[in-house]
């Protein structure tokens, strides 16, 4: 995984240790995830969409970073409405290509993107 080191601006910064404390919190777990053999990528970003880290192309990773932010504030304030007390976890969507799952949190975001089961099934 690159730590995309740009974004960090004041290594005094408390968003900064808040957010490092976090990646090294998350970090087993997503090398965990990308152990799987149809994990294409993974996509870490900040609360504004940015990634921090990824092991994909950086114009893919803002790509992916902020579109799935977008429609995961659209999921979360549809659910809020729905039921003001629940939240959303995880979020799945299939494309003939790809299955993207995202997990939203407050202060940062993950996307995972795998090869589409359908296709795979389609073949056998």
Known sequence: MKIITNLLKDSEDEYLMQTTASINEI???IDRIMEDESV???VMTNKEGAPILTNINLMG?????TAMQSLGFMAQACVKEIDPFDEVI????????FEIMLAPDPEFNIVVLQRSRIKSKQKK
Do not use: D, F, L
């Open 40 to 42: 294409e990528g993974v």
């Open 61 to 65: 990773a803002a790509n992916y970073g």
């Open 90 to 97: 995880i979020m799945r969507t299939n494309t003939r290509k």
């Open 27 to 29: 970090n087993p777990i």
